[in-house]
């Protein structure tokens, strides 16, 4: 299965508004997506994380560029900064296991 692994954090007040209307619609648009096996959210230290499984990486990517999920990802400069992480895995990670790996091979944005 694909894991992928987000942390993000607003960028002030009203980034902060901004990114929880986009970010719930797509969140919930990832529990419904065709694919979809694993979908939590936490917040962690200072950032807003997910943990999501996937059938496939194609499954995933399907999702990623479709519907609220890539209205999100258009604003994302704008509204918020952190780390992201893809990976196969036989395994869901804990969140501890997630944030170690957002930190330590995430891609900052």
Known sequence: MYISLTGLKPKG????LRFWLLAIPAFRQAQT??????CDVKKVHEYQCTITAWESRELMLTYLRSGAHLKAMKAFKQIATGPTYGYESETIPTWAEAYALLTEKGKMH
């Open 13 to 16: 007040f009203f980034a902060y």
């Open 33 to 38: 997506a065709e694919g979809n096996l694993h």
